[in-house]
């Protein structure tokens, strides 16, 4: 388990404006654009510290693989020579390989349909102060829906590493690809 940054989130998710893209309102699975991760996983401890006593509201929506049956059809292709060109832009913090292309088109896929988002199946799960929420948040689909004042700390857990690795999004979108990813070279 290696640690990454802690963030700290004092805005009124309510008002606050972003882009679909960007907008944590809209369900989605944790997928970076310029951060490939190449299968390694991305746990997150997200802790409410509203001193008003408010809760920090969350939807979760349904299974990474019913996610999956839902989205990776429409997924665009990969183009290897796209990525190479992203990374020597530096775009990319290291070259995106297919996994991390099809993690993206999932991501985007959930935020941009807006029917998806009113009709999957899901579930609301107010989180009250002092209290924290531990998911693999690249396989949890996940949504803010209100609430202010919460810090994040995320880890990476190489893939592989975890206690079931047939389970995880690395695998499973393999296997509904027939083949495994190839990372790149």
């Known amino acids: 388990l290696r640690s990454a940054p802690t963030s ?21 699975v944790d997928a ?6 190449h299968g ?10 509203n001193p008003d006593g ?6 979760v ?11 990776l059809p429409r997924a665009k292709p990969y183009s290897a020579w796209q990525a190479k060109v992203l990374n020597a832009l530096h775009v990319t ?11 993206l088109q999932l991501h985007d896929g959930m935020k941009a349909d807006m029917a998806y988002q009113k009709s999957c199946d ?5 989180f009250p102060p002092g209290t924290s929420w531990v998911c693999f948040s690249d396989q949890a689909t996940h949504a803010v829906m209100s609430g202010q004042y919460m810090m994040e700390q995320t880890y990476h857990l190489k893939a592989g590493h975890e206690v079931d690795p047939a389970s995880s999004p690395l695998q499973i979108l393999s296997r ?7 990372e790149p070279a």
């Open 8 to 28: 700290y989130r004092p805005m009124q998710v309510e008002t606050r404006a972003q882009s679909w893209r960007a907008d944590d309102k809209r369900l989605h």
């Open 32 to 37: 970076f654009p310029s951060r490939p991760t």
């Open 40 to 49: 390694e996983r991305i746990l997150r401890v997200f802790t409410n510290v």
């Open 54 to 59: 408010a809760p920090r509201v969350w939807r």
């Open 61 to 71: 929506g349904e299974s990474f693989e019913a996610v999956a049956e839902r989205f």
């Open 93 to 103: 913090k290291s070259l995106r390989g297919e996994y991390d292309h099809l993690m």
């Open 122 to 126: 899901q579930m609301t799960m107010p």
């Open 176 to 182: 509904m690809k027939g083949r495994p990813l190839a």
